[in-house]
């Protein structure tokens, strides 16, 4: 019997959803609208997020995006995001799923699959290594990517925020953003059973349509 099919008491497994892009994609605003509709058929519903998610890893994300640990270098701030990971997983994500809880997250471990490893240089065999320790079998069931063209996310991130500074993550260049982009559909490709991949720059009812159609058809509701 796989993890999906049931819990370590017998009972039934909640599933796992994670939302992942660029900048502004509208992963949050998906989020809302994506737990509002299962909710609506009688699902119990968590909506978290990374970094944070849990009380412990709230702390390290004030620390990682405030760019306190930026001069760490792109390994330590791996390292970080790790951990506070491994705090969310044990605190939340696990304890909620095992007892028939659907978590949908925002970010998780694509994130740090591309921004500290594919556009942050850090070794696959460093971030496989963190990927172990702090999530352990707990993949996600479905993995949601918005797609966006980098300068349109950047665009709408910054109309949101107003005056407020950009974050350590956001105030970089464009052809890095666009490098990321490039590295979530390439995990995408590599993952196409978990992944699916949604054209974000739709109206966001259309974007909703499409992450709908795409949880019935993965996770059959
Ligand atoms: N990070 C994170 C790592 O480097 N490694 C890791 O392991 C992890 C977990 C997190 C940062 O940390 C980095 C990545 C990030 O840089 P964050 O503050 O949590 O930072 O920011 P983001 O996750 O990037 O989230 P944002 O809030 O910037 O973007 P969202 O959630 O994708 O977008 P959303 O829904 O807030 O929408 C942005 C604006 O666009 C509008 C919304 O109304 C909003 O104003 N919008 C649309 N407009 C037009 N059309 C649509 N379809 C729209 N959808 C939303």
Known sequence: ????????????????????GGEGAGKSTQLTRLADRLRRLGLSVITTREPGGSPGAEALRHVLLSGAAEALGPEAEAILFAAARADHVEALIRPAVASGQWVICDRFIDSTRVYQGITGNVPPRLIAALESISVGTMLPDLTLLLDLPAAEGLKRAAARRGFDTADRFEKDGIDLHESRRDGFLALARSEPDRFAVIDAAQEVETVAEAVWYAVRRRLGI
């Open 1 to 20: 019997m796989s993890e999906t099919e049931a819990s370590g008491d017998g009972g039934r497994r909640g599933r796992f959803v994670t939302f992942e």
